[in-house]
């Protein structure tokens, strides 16, 4: 019985992630450099988006107090780095608009693969 969960468990989280995958990702493309509203206050009033087939992902860059946001490639989450004493983070997510958050959050169909990875 526990066979049969996971497998229909399985099918479920791929077919979430297959349809979601379909469309075109649409992402905010921003420097707080150039446009004080692409700033960790972050307000979508003038804020470009881009719809783009190749991109898989949102991407916010931040590097000190510059923020930066734009289509790219890559898994949910953040990493963290410093660079001659710059601090910089960079968070990617998988939904449309998703860069406009302070801090971006995994999904939940990525939730979701990693409950069954742990189950298997």
């Known amino acids: 019985m526990v066979g049969k969960i996971t497998f229909v468990f399985a099918g479920v989280i791929a077919v979430l992630l297959c349809a979601a995958g ?3 990702l649409k992402c905010y493309v921003c420097s707080s450099l150039t446009d004080a509203n692409c700033a960790d206050t972050f307000k979508a009033d003038g804020i470009n988006t881009q719809s783009d087939s190749s991109c898989t992902a949102c991407q916010k ?17 953040c990493t963290e780095i410093e660079v001659l ?3 910089t983070a960079t968070c990617t ?12 959050t995994v ?5 979701l693969f990693g409950i069954l990875a742990t189950l298997l």
């Open 22 to 24: 379909t469309d075109a």
């Open 61 to 77: 860059i931040k590097a000190g107090d510059a923020v930066s946001r734009a289509c790219g490639v890559g898994s949910d989450g």
């Open 85 to 87: 004493g710059v601090k």
């Open 93 to 104: 997510c998988s939904s449309d608009l998703c860069n406009a958050a302070y801090h971006v």
């Open 107 to 111: 999904s939940l169909a990525m939730i």
